[in-house]
């Protein structure tokens, strides 16, 4: 009789538990819905809001990113990032926003970055390690996408041509 009444005891902590998810997710969505919360991400994670007390204690800044579109949309940012903080910034932006509009989209960021680079005051950020502030980006700064072709020093063969190339050379051989 005992196993009965625990297993029953499982069963209804089980479904008390599902209950207590289901009115925090549902509390969550209620807060994350209020006008005065609006720059917080859908499912954020412990970084943003870290940034975002940043930012509201001065200690991180909000950057307005300019598409070739013309459309544009902000991020924060921690006052001692570098491009590379910047781009991943970006990157995980673009993503939640593709999210809520289109559902799962693939965009190759290797091929974005080698076509496209951001630029500030007609100054283009190419060095990753660089501080944002050596650039002049300040809070409410403008970043823009501009077109950019890296030179051919830095830009390795792929591994399918190198392939092709020693395989035509074995057949002539």
């Not at 903080?85 to 593709?98: N, T």
Request: glycine share 6%.
């Amino acid at each position: 009789m005992e196993s009965s009444s625990k297993g029953e005891d499982e069963v209804g902590g089980y479904n008390s538990s599902n209950v207590k998810k289901a009115k925090l997710q549902s509390t969550l969505a209620a807060v994350l819905d209020d006008p005065i919360l609006s720059d917080v991400p859908k499912k954020p994670t412990l970084s943003d809001v870290d940034t975002l007390i940043s930012l509201e204690m001065g200690s991180a800044m909000r950057i307005s990113v300019k598409k070739l579109d013309g459309t544009s949309f902000d991020i924060a940012v921690m006052n001692s990032a570098t491009v590379k903080d910047l781009k991943l910034a970006i990157k995980k932006k673009v993503i939640e926003m593709e999210q809520s509009k289109m559902g799962h989209r693939h965009i190759s960021w290797k091929k974005v970055w080698a076509n496209f680079a951001l630029s500030c005051h007609n100054q283009k950020l190419l060095d990753d390690n660089a501080a944002l502030q050596d650039f002049g980006i300040r809070n409410n700064s403008q970043v823009h996408f501009v077109s950019y072709v890296m030179s051919k020093g830095f830009r390795r063969q792929s591994k399918r041509r190198k392939h092709r190339f020693f395989h035509g050379l074995n057949k002539r051989a």
